[in-house]
C-alpha cells in the first residue's frame, strides 16, 4: 500500500520569503514522488519528479524538494515567494509498476504582499 | 501543442440527464486519465486507458459511469443518469508510458447537477 500525508492544509507567508509545504510518504517499495500545482480554475501541472536518482530534485518555478529516506519525507521548498506561487499544491506517489497516482489531500499556498 | 483540451468547461444540469464530458489528449501520448475532484474527497481516479484500452476501471463510482475512447484522440466519460453528488470537476489527463507519473491535465469540466 502507499499513501502520502500533506501535513498543512494551508500555508501563508509574505512575498519574498521562504516557502515549505511538508509531505510524509507510505510506501512497500521505492516509490517515485511527484509534486503538481494547481491555480484557481485550472488543470494540475507537474513542479517536479523524484525518481531514484538524485535525492535532491530541481522543478519548475524555482521550486525544488528534498527526497529523505529516513525520514520518509519529501518536502517542497522556495527560497523566496512570489505573488504568482499562490496556488494549491499536491504531493504525489506512486509504486513501480503501477501507473495510477495517489494524491495528496493539498497544500493551499496563500502569499501575502 | 494544444495541450489536453476537455468539453465542456461547464455543466449544468438536472438530476437524472444523461452528461457526457469530453477529452482530446496531447497527440502521442498513450496513457489517458480520468479523475474526479471535490472537495469532500479531493482527487479521485475513476478510469485509465493505455492505447484506447481501458486497463483499470476500480474507481468509476457505480453502473451510471462509462467512459470510451474510440480512438487516440478522443474519449468520453458519461454519466446516466446523473445524480446531485455527481457534481465536481472531472479532469482528464494524458502521458507519454516512458515518462511515467508526468501527467498532462486538462483544465476541467466543472459539472453541477441540481
Known amino acids: 500500500a502507499q499513501s502520502v500525508t500533506q501535513l498543512d492544509s494551508h500555508v501563508s507567508v509574505s512575498e519574498g520569503t521562504p516557502v515549505l509545504l511538508r509531505c510524509n510518504y507510505s510506501s512497500s517499495y521505492s516509490p517515485s514522488l511527484f509534486w503538481y500545482v494547481q491555480h484557481p480554475n485550472k488543470g494540475l501541472q507537474l513542479l517536479l519528479k523524484?525518481?531514484?536518482?538524485?535525492?535532491l530534485v530541481k522543478g519548475i518555478n524555482g521550486f525544488e524538494a528534498e527526497f529523505k529516506k529516513s525520514e520518509t519525507s519529501f518536502h517542497l521548498t522556495k527560497p523566496s515567494a512570489h505573488m504568482s506561487d499562490a496556488a494549491e499544491y499536491f504531493c504525489?506517489?506512486?509504486?513501480?509498476?503501477?501507473?495510477?497516482?495517489?494524491f495528496g489531500s493539498g497544500t493551499r499556498l496563500q502569499v501575502q504582499p | 501543442d494544444a495541450g489536453v483540451i476537455q468539453s465542456p468547461r461547464h455543466e449544468v444540469t438536472e438530476m437524472g440527464q444523461e452528461v457526457t464530458l469530453r477529452c482530446k489528449p496531447i497527440?502521442?501520448?498513450?496513457?489517458l486519465f480520468w479523475y474526479r475532484q471535490t472537495m469532500m474527497r479531493g482527487l479521485e481516479l475513476l478510469i485509465y486507458f493505455n492505447n484506447n484500452v481501458p486497463i483499470d476501471d476500480s474507481g468509476m463510482p457505480e453502473d451510471r459511469f462509462s467512459a470510451k475512447m474510440p480512438n487516440a484522440s478522443f474519449s468520453t466519460l458519461k454519466i446516466q443518469p446523473s445524480e446531485p453528488r455527481d457534481s465536481a470537476v472531472y479532469f482528464c489527463?494524458?502521458?507519454?508510458?516512458?515518462?511515467?507519473?508526468?501527467?498532462?491535465f486538462g483544465e476541467g469540466s466543472r459539472l453541477t447537477v441540481l
Open positions: 497527440s502521442g501520448h498513450d496513457y
Open positions: 523524484y525518481t531514484s536518482a538524485a535525492t
Open positions: 489527463a494524458s502521458s507519454l508510458g516512458r515518462r511515467h507519473g508526468e501527467l498532462f
Open positions: 504525489v506517489v506512486s509504486q513501480p509498476g503501477r501507473r495510477a497516482l495517489t
